[in-house]
């Protein structure tokens, strides 16, 4: 009885191994597929600027384009009114881009907005992220 339980238990390895070394490698894409979607991290990450909050920004490069894309949220407790607001992207060679985003003269208390800004420059190389609201 001992023998069949052996060839049976080294006959399953295999599986086993297979199926543990799936789930590793699942677990360890899982784990870095977090780190780079999380909106607080690298520099495109979520940020507050005098009352206004920007969340969700993506920069996407194609076809000779860039578009720059930003969600705001005014959460400053009041009406909150400006100009624009300057998108300030920095490259690896500390050149600085600046975008102008419009979200029209006021923000009402807890309403967002969607900023849209594109340029015919590649800035995909981007490394610093900043914004300047003009009041």
């Known amino acids: 009885m001992d023998k069949k339980i052996k060839i049976w238990f080294e006959k399953s390895k295999k ?4 199926i543990g070394s799936l789930l590793i490698i699942m677990i360890v894409i899982f784990l870095i597929g977090r780190s780079v979607a999380d909106p607080n991290s690298g ?3 979520n940020q507050s600027v005098d009352g206004l909050s920007f969340e969700n920004a993506e920069l996407v490069y194609e076809n000779g384009i860039t578009t720059f894309t930003v969600e705001v949220y005014n959460e400053s407790g009041d009406i909150y009114n ?37 340029i015919d420059q590649d800035l995909s190389s981007s ?9």
Do not use: C, F, H, M
Not at 83 to 95: F, G, M, P, V, Y
Not at 100 to 116: F, Q
């Open 82 to 118: 400006l100009k624009d607001i300057s998108i300030q992207l920095t490259d690896e060679a500390d050149n600085v881009i600046t975008l102008v985003g419009y979200i029209g003269e006021s923000l009402d208390k807890d309403e967002a907005k969607r900023i849209t800004a594109s």
């Open 43 to 45: 520099y495109l990450r």
């Open 127 to 135: 490394v610093n992220l900043e914004y300047v609201v003009n009041k």
């Open 15 to 18: 599986p086993i191994i297979i």
